[in-house]
């Protein structure tokens, strides 16, 4: 007899779910005020409605999507004001961050922020939009940890999650990866010098400039997707 392939976990259906839901959020393939219904997503994922409605309560509680109930889901619209109440919120988590490691007696120091240090200032850069956004998002992660407090590394990379959908639009410019690289070893020297004011204000405008850039960058691309569908 042949044996039948094993059946996937219902959790490990409700992540695969998630995560081609987000990319599609992610890409515009699903677009801001969309609305669908769990039948939709589950027949076109060849899964049942299940772990595409445990998918969907995940994204919701991230603030992806809305539930309408009896109307089914519906892609969460843009509200740059949120987006930027969180981009503020980071700015004050990482300034902290480099307070606490300023701080720091320097090889202290040094060592936490070594592997950072082995990327950003002494590798061949990367060009790779992809790639490069989720370095940058290690970048600032690793920041907030290494600073010691892991209630404030928690809250940041929550809101690290939630501002991924634009952030990682700051990418897809070659001008903006190298300004990525430029300012990351301006921020690691400066802490390593522990020229604390030098490096929260290259940090603060760092994060400000992409702020700006991802809200451009996010209109044009709305504009366009939403182009392609009335041709």
Same mark, same amino acid.
């Given at each position: 007899?042949?044996?039948?392939?094993?059946?996937?976990?219902?959790?490990?259906?409700?992540?695969?779910?998630?995560?081609?839901?987000?990319?599609?959020?992610?890409?515009?393939?699903?677009?801001?005020?969309?609305?669908?219904?769990?039948?939709?997503?589950?027949?076109?994922?060849?899964?049942?409605?299940?772990?595409?409605?445990?998918?969907?309560?995940?994204?919701?509680?991230?603030?992806?999507?809305? *539930?309408?109930?009896?109307?089914?889901?519906?892609?969460?619209?843009?509200?740059?004001?949120?987006?930027?109440?969180?981009?503020?919120?980071?700015? *004050?988590?990482?300034?902290?961050?480099?307070?606490?490691?300023?701080?720091?007696?320097?090889?202290?120091?040094?060592?936490?922020?070594?592997?950072?240090?082995?990327?950003?200032?002494?590798?061949?850069?990367?060009?790779?939009?992809?790639?490069?956004?989720?370095?940058?998002?290690?970048?600032?992660?690793?920041? *907030?940890?290494?600073?010691?407090?892991?209630?404030?590394?928690?809250?940041?990379?929550?809101?690290?999650?939630?501002?991924?959908?634009?952030?990682?639009?700051?990418?897809?410019?070659?001008?903006?990866?190298?300004?990525?690289?430029?300012?990351?070893?301006?921020?690691?020297?400066?802490?390593?010098?522990?020229?604390?004011?030098?490096?929260?204000?290259?940090?603060?405008?760092?994060?400000?400039?992409?702020?700006?850039? *991802?809200?451009?960058?996010?209109?044009?691309?709305?504009?366009?997707?939403?182009?392609?569908?009335?041709?």
């Amino acid at each position: 007899m042949r044996a039948h392939p094993p059946k996937a976990r219902p959790e490990a259906l409700a992540e695969r779910v998630y995560q081609a839901l987000k990319a599609d959020i992610f890409a515009f393939r699903l677009m801001p005020g969309d609305r669908f219904s769990e039948s939709e997503i589950a027949a076109r994922m060849a899964v049942s409605r299940t772990p595409v409605r445990q998918a969907l309560f995940r994204l919701e509680r991230e603030g992806f999507v809305d *539930v309408w109930f009896r109307s089914g889901w519906q892609i969460k619209t843009f509200d740059f004001a949120w987006f930027e109440s969180l981009y503020d919120l980071r700015t *004050v988590l990482e300034c902290e961050a480099v307070k606490r490691l300023c701080a720091l007696p320097a090889p202290q120091c040094a060592a936490l922020l070594e592997a950072l240090n082995q990327f950003w200032c002494e590798s061949e850069a990367l060009t790779d939009g992809l790639v490069v956004s989720q370095h940058d998002e290690a970048f600032h992660m690793t920041l *907030v940890a290494a600073a010691g407090n892991p209630e404030m590394a928690r809250i940041h990379a929550e809101l690290t999650e939630k501002i991924r959908i634009i952030r990682r639009l700051d990418f897809t410019r070659d001008d903006r990866i190298c300004a990525t690289y430029q300012e990351h070893a301006q921020i690691l020297q400066a802490i390593f010098q522990q020229q604390r004011a030098t490096a929260q204000q290259i940090l603060t405008d760092h994060i400000a400039v992409s702020k700006a850039e *991802v809200r451009k960058i996010t209109l044009h691309r709305l504009q366009q997707a939403r182009l392609q569908l009335t041709e």
